[in-house]
T-cell receptor, first 113, second 114 residues
């Protein structure tokens, strides 16, 4: 069975500082990897995904994540955060084919002035 | 606007009540899902429908009863719930189960059982 571990339940950071949200997964086969974001009182929205090809993927709002197969990680980074990035971030993994998304427990990013 | 609409957004119900949650998607997707989101826990997949057929039931208690009359609509019928069932219930859809892309989520229904 596959699982997703997000070690940090909450990450406080000041505005304009860099941030990294960690995600590790366990799977013996190739997987697809996702980061979803949930703003207060909203559903989840896809932030970025890795399916194949370049191991570095980027979102339109400055986030990026790098797939590291040897470390089975897919950490999310942003070089300079904004107040508006305050949200909960979920890492998810899916095996190819007839498989469901498996989510981590989420990391709450708190950006303060 | 995510293309997946859930109603109501908030629901308070007693343990003896019967209520239903509704989900509607206008994305032309064939697969729909119900998730339960509780504090400090990973999202729990409850039910999966593909082309209106239920393909997965993750050991969900029978007090939760899903219904999928067509590929655009998904319901979750609730009866004799417990206080521990209070949570955010999220509906999602995807093109189909085989695709490697994303799932689109609704805004959720915040359910409180009193």
């Amino acid at each position: 069975a596959q699982s997703v571990t997000q070690l940090d339940s909450q990450v406080p950071v000041f505005e304009e500082a860099p941030v990294e949200l960690r995600c590790n997964y366990s799977s013996s086969v190739s997987v697809y990897l996702f980061w979803y974001v949930q703003y207060p009182n909203q559903g989840l929205q896809l932030l970025l995904k890795y399916l194949s090809g370049s191991t570095l993927v980027e979102s339109i709002n400055g986030f990026e994540a790098e797939f590291n197969k040897s470390q089975t990680s897919f950490h999310l980074r942003k070089p300079s955060v904004h107040i508006s990035d305050t949200a909960e971030y979920f890492c998810a993994v899916k095996k190819g084919g007839f498989q469901k998304l498996v989510f981590g427990t989420g990391t709450r990013l708190l950006v303060s002035p | 606007e995510t293309g997946v609409t859930q109603t109501p957004r908030h629901l308070v119900m007693g343990m003896t009540n019967k209520k239903s949650l509704k989900c509607e998607q206008h994305l032309g997707h064939n697969a729909m899902y119900w998730y339960k989101q509780s504090a400090k826990k990973p999202l729990e997949l409850m039910f999966v429908y593909n082309f209106k057929e239920q393909t997965e039931n993750n050991s969900v208690p029978s007090r939760f009863s899903p219904e999928c009359p067509n590929s655009s609509h998904l319901f979750l019928h609730l009866h004799t719930l417990q206080p521990e069932d209070s949570a955010l219930y999220l509906c999602a859809s995807s093109q189909d189960l085989m695709e490697s892309g994303e799932a689109f989520f609704g805004q959720g229904t915040r359910l409180t059982v009193v």
